[in-house]
T-cell receptor
Framework: GDSVTQMEGPVTLSEEAFLTINCTYTATGYPSLFWYVQYPGEGLQLLLKATKADDKGSNKGFEATYRKETTSFHLEKGSVQVSDSAVYFCALLILTGGGNKLTFGTGTQLKVEL | GAGVSQSPSNKVTEKGKDVELRCDPISGHTALYWYRQSLGQGLEFLIYFQGNSAPDKSGLPSDRFSAERTGGSVSTLTIQRTQQEDSAVYLC????????????????FGPGTRLTVL
């Protein structure tokens, strides 16, 4: 079945550090890939997505490139801020005639300190 | 515009009681999803409604769980005879149809209902 594996947290960084959160996937079809973010006390928000190989999703300084050859969708940001502290979820979805369910990774908690 | 809303935001119940959780999707969104977020299991799919088609119930963990969607809009997730392992945050999401038909891949999530079973 489809699955998503992402690095375990928590990840603790100093402000302005470079961030990478690894995500790899296994899928039987051609998935769309997503990063969702959950800020403390809030619901899941879509951060970025990519729908086909070599697409790059970007938002709020975060980027991720859909790599079909390595089945990866690693999240990166060049300079993190304290306000980026949250839990980040990698997810995939295969659009079919039915059952368009998101398959999530376990989430990676990011803590950014001054 | 208004996002997905869920009620109640928090629910504490005793083991063995039934609970109902409500989801109001974004207006005009025809697809609606329920997920569960728990410490032990992470984020897992429960059930999916698309338009007037039969729902995809493949993620419901037991027959104590059921959901309905009335009038193609509001959905209610019902858990009968709650157990302590049902304690989790229950998330609802919705997504629209593409202009050209078919479902988009982006799901918009509500804030969730935190269920605690004592």
């Amino acid at each position: 079945g489809d699955s998503v594996t992402q690095m375990e947290g928590p990840v603790t960084l100093s402000e302005e550090a470079f961030l990478t959160i690894n995500c790899t996937y296994t899928a039987t079809g051609y998935p769309s890939l997503f990063w969702y973010v959950q800020y403390p006390g809030e619901g899941l928000q879509l951060l970025l997505k990519a729908t086909k190989a070599d697409d790059k999703g970007s938002n709020k300084g975060f980027e991720a490139t859909y790599r079909k050859e390595t089945t990866s969708f690693h999240l990166e940001k060049g300079s993190v801020q304290v306000s980026d502290s949250a839990v980040y979820f990698c997810a995939l979805l295969i659009l079919t005639g039915g059952g368009n369910k998101l398959t999530f990774g376990t989430g990676t908690q990011l803590k950014v300190e001054l | 515009g208004a996002g997905v809303s869920q009620s109640p935001s928090n629910k504490v119940t005793e083991k063995g009681k039934d609970v109902e959780l409500r989801c109001d999707p974004i207006s005009g969104h025809t697809a609606l999803y329920w997920y569960r977020q728990s410490l032990g299991q992470g984020l897992e799919f429960l059930i999916y409604f698309q338009g007037n088609s039969a729902p995809d119930k493949s993620g419901l963990p037991s027959d104590r769980f059921s959901a309905e969607r009335t009038g193609g809009s509001v959905s209610t997730l019902t858990i009968q005879r709650t157990q302590q392992e049902d304690s989790a945050v229950y998330l609802c999401a919705s997504s629209p149809l593409r202009a050209s038909g078919g479902y988009t891949d982006t799901q918009y999530f509500g804030p969730g209902t935190r269920l605690t079973v004592l």
